[in-house]
């Protein structure tokens, strides 16, 4: 009735990157400067872990420079016989995008003037994930706030909602229990 099932895995022959392009960025970013910043260089072990995170940075740089829809497509191709590979990195960086709005949800003890003085992103500013991140850190450390999010509100939401270059920012907060009491007894 007990079964024991037993994998044995041969690792293979260690495949090496012969090279690594990156297209879409010409100008935006400079593709020789940015890929040699990335985790995966051509010459070293081809790591398909080291690969996503390469597509992951090219994707933060993008971002950090306003196109925050951006999308990086990986292409590579394997010799096995040879033991080697050559990968893309692409591009499509989409437009630049600003914020049109900025909504507020939860905040009724803290009101909307506290969460916009925590905010590192206005109207009109590039919308950059990074600064939508630092708001939130901002707002989870004030004392009264349980739960925040900052987030890209859905087109639904937008206040242009067909307009790709514009996008509402939606803060959600849930505040914490702002009347508690705590009691204690003791002896001495």
């Known amino acids: 009735e007990n079964v024991r099932v037993t994998f044995n895995i041969a690792r293979g022959d260690i495949m090496h990157l012969d090279s690594l ?3 879409g960025t010409d100008t935006i970013l400079n593709a020789d400067s940015i890929a040699r910043e990335l985790p995966l260089q051509p010459g070293d072990v081809f790591h398909l872990g080291q690969y996503g995170a ?24 394997a010799d096995t016989t040879r033991d080697r590979a050559q990968a893309a990195l692409n591009a499509v960086p989409g437009p630049r995008v600003t914020v049109d709005s900025i909504e507020i949800n939860g905040a009724t003890e ?24 630092e708001s939130q850190r901002n707002i989870y450390n004030l004392e009264m706030v349980q ?15 067909t307009d790709s270059t514009r996008a509402t920012v939606l803060v959600n907060i849930a505040e914490t229990d702002q009347h508690q009491a705590d009691a204690a007894i003791g002896f001495g």
């Open 21 to 23: 392009v990156v297209t």
């Open 54 to 77: 390469s597509a992951d940075t090219l994707l933060r740089a993008l971002q950090a420079k306003g196109y925050a829809y951006a999308q990086v497509l990986r292409d590579y191709t």
């Open 110 to 133: 803290l009101g909307s003037g506290t969460i916009m003085r925590q905010m590192t992103i206005r109207d009109g500013d590039l919308l950059r994930v990074s600064k939508l991140l």
């Open 147 to 161: 739960l925040a999010s900052v987030t890209v509100a859905p087109d639904s939401l937008d206040a242009t909602p």
